[in-house]
């Protein structure tokens, strides 16, 4: 039987890392394994259906092994966009039970019909929420790995359904000052940060019942979860907005009305990448680059709080800001016309006790304050890190030129899974995986950490 | 970053000799020539041109049978032929420096997709026949120092192995390392629900690999998605060969380096 390897091409001026080598595989082999047909799931138990922000961090992973897939994961993922713009944050695979995982497809419905009203396609079982929009970026990305430059059919028929959720976003989510507020803390991607605690603390918490409605529990630790009075709120505040219809006038009259930095600062660089992804089908780009701009303004303007040294959400029902640091206030790095002091002030906290970024017990991005009081390192939004995030920030500081930076948050995110496997989240000063295992983007985002890093040393000098 | 070692099955290349072949081969990218192996001892009468072959420094890392009679016949008789056959195969392969050695259950001799529909024999009988077979070979490729790689085929030229995971299940069941899979694009572009995963689920077992695109003709010439199923033999950390088995789209100046050269982008 042979023993003979396949020769290793030496990058240019560097050293093929063996571990590095192992993770790609690995990464690449837990995508494969969650890939179920036309999207990935983002683990196989406790997440069996498609994540909306999941599916476009997934995909950006994706584009580095099959840009076929790649496509297929965002174009399945709008196969659930409503007939009004919305995105929704879970497209329900209808083949797996509709009670294993909670909130189900009933939990949703009645969803308003297909047409004016603004639904789904019907048959297609949705939730009524959003999540971060991450995926024009992740489009971008994807185009960029395509041979020859972009893929056209893909994105010809990608970039009306993303201007579409941006439209969506614009003009139903509008709060003061131009901007864009969420409507339950699912929709921010980071549920129980402690960004909302405020905004929460007023909305009715009846956990009869909760514990035996979720399935969250079954895999995973009770102390790394969100609590029962969490999900109490989660499901008063989804009932009540499914029960007005999943309108969206007078949005403060809602029980949770948040502007989140870290939601707009995305929704700035998607618009401008779908701004470059017009450009290049030859469409007008003006509009995506004007509402970038002037969401961008906005959010230095009101969401900047200086004493912080980082931006901060608002609850938008009484309009007030709530003084805490959390990954959410960095991300807004992503800014490309940030201001100079606050772009020093960012970095300055980034690298500061709070989060201790580029330090040599630095790991990953933690998702709240270190120093802060109710740290909670165990659990979910309210102390871990996790490589979504990480990844933004990465993004973020690339952006502003901070290389340097950049390069040691990646080592650190490269080193936390090389570690502790694809989890879900980590402990944030241990390294302590956490939560699922074989988590889809933790993979996906490593490959993309990956290639970068593998480009810089090829681009290298000798 | 790897580099694949592909070959390509030597009548798919244009020269007379073996050397014209390999001059060929090189130059379009492969870095190897998959041999046919006749039955009737053919292969083996083939010994001394094979030898000068390899006197050249042609590299011919496996082969395939080509024969009208195979290790899982109905007939008695013609399977204990079709295993000396093999068997003296494997022979040739070893004394040449080759690798691996391909053959498929049957091809040819049953398809329950195509009437009468019920084979003679039951699928236990075909279980303990293929073991039989698989057994004796897998002793002696050990012997020998080469694999002999199962090959399924697709449902309408076989009818007992279709899919890669029951190949492998016959792997497990012998527990030979000499005894190993060797899958084919094509066949599984038909049996896989998802051909990545499916070479994932076999990673322990595959011994070879066959290319060829969705409609039997040169990688790239059909819908099989290159990228993917190459990310995922890297995934399975399979370091063996990559062989061409299929029908060309046009002359082979044209398809064959161009073929390669897609496998090479598509790896990228």
Known sequence: VSTARRAAVQPAGGQVEPDTVRLRRHAVATLLANWRGSSTVPTAALYPHQWSWDSAFVSVGWAHVSTRRAWQELRSLFGGQWRDGRLPHIVYNRSVPEDAYFPGPPFWRPLPPDGPSGGPTPGVATSGLVQPPVHALAALAIADRCPGGAAP????????????????????????????????????????????????????????????????????????????????????????????????????????????????????????????????????????????????????????DSALGLFVSVDARRW??????????????????????????????????????????????????????????????????????????????????????????????????ARAGFREYFHPSTGEGLGARDFSWSAALVLDLLRARSAEEEARPR | VSRWRIACQEQLLPGSTLLDKWTFAEKAGFDGIELRARGDFGFEARLPELREARAYAVSMPSEC?????????????????????????????????????????????????????????????????????????????????????????????????????????????????SVRVAADTYHMNIEEADPAAALL????????????????????????????????????????????????????????????SRLRQASR
């Open chain 1, 153 to 304: 059919d893909d994105v010809r028929h990608l970039y009306p359904r993303l201007a579409a959720y941006h439209d969506y976003l614009f003009e139903c989510r509008v709060v003061r000052h131009g901007l864009i507020a969420t409507v339950h803390p699912w929709e921010t991607g980071r549920d129980n940060s402690p960004a909302w605690d405020d905004a929460l603390a007023a909305v009715p918490a009846d956990t009869d019942g909760v514990a035996a409605m979720r399935r969250d529990l079954r895999h995973s630790g009770r102390a790394h979860r969100p609590t029962d009075v969490d999900y109490a709120r989660y499901v008063h505040i989804a009932a009540t907005y499914r029960d007005r219809g999943y309108l969206d006038e007078s949005l403060g009259s809602l029980p949770f009305c948040v502007v989140d930095p870290m939601f707009n600062a995305l929704l700035v660089a998607s618009e401008l990448a779908l701004a470059e992804v017009a450009d290049r089908l030859e469409m007008t780009a003006h509009r995506h680059r004007e509402r970038a701009h002037a969401l961008s303004a906005a959010m230095q303007q009101h969401l900047f």
């Open chain 1, 320 to 417: 007030r800001p709530r003084r805490v640091r959390t990954v959410g206030g960095l991300v807004p790095l992503l800014l490309p016309d940030l201001d100079g002091g606050q772009r020093r002030a960012l970095l300055s906290t980034l690298v500061g006790p709070a989060f201790r970024v580029g330090s040599a017990i630095g790991r990953g991005v933690p998702s709240y304050d270190l120093t802060a009081p109710d740290l909670d390192v165990h659990r979910y939004w309210r102390g871990p890190s996790w490589v979504s995030t990480s990844w933004l920030v990465w993004r973020g500081l690339r952006q502003c030129g901070e290389t340097e930076l950049a390069a040691l948050l990646s080592r650190s995110v490269v080193d936390l899974v």
């Open chain 2, 65 to 177: 049978v080509e024969m009208s009679h195979f290790i899982g016949a109905f007939d008695e008789a013609l399977r204990k032929d079709a295993v000396r056959q093999v068997a003296s195969q494997i022979s040739v392969m070893a004394a040449i420096g080759g690798e691996v050695a391909v053959t498929p259950a049957a091809y040819g001799m049953f398809s329950r997709r195509l009437p009468p529909f019920e084979p003679p024999r039951g699928p236990e009988d075909d279980r303990q026949v293929l073991l039989d077979s698989l057994g004796e070979l897998g002793e002696h490729a050990r012997a020998e120092g080469v694999a002999i790689c199962l090959e399924p085929l697709n449902r309408y030229e076989d009818h007992m192995v279709n899919t890669l995971d029951a190949a492998a299940q016959l792997c497990r069941d012998l527990d030979l390392p």
């Open chain 2, 201 to 260: 689920g076999v990673s322990a077992w595959l011994g070879h690999v066959q290319l060829s695109d969705s409609n039997r003709l040169e990688p790239g010439a059909g819908h099989v998605d290159w990228a993917l199923l190459l990310a995922a033999l890297d995934a399975a950390h399979y370091d063996g060969w990559l062989a061409l088995e299929c029908r060309l789209s046009g002359p082979p100046e044209v398809a064959l380096p161009a073929a390669v």
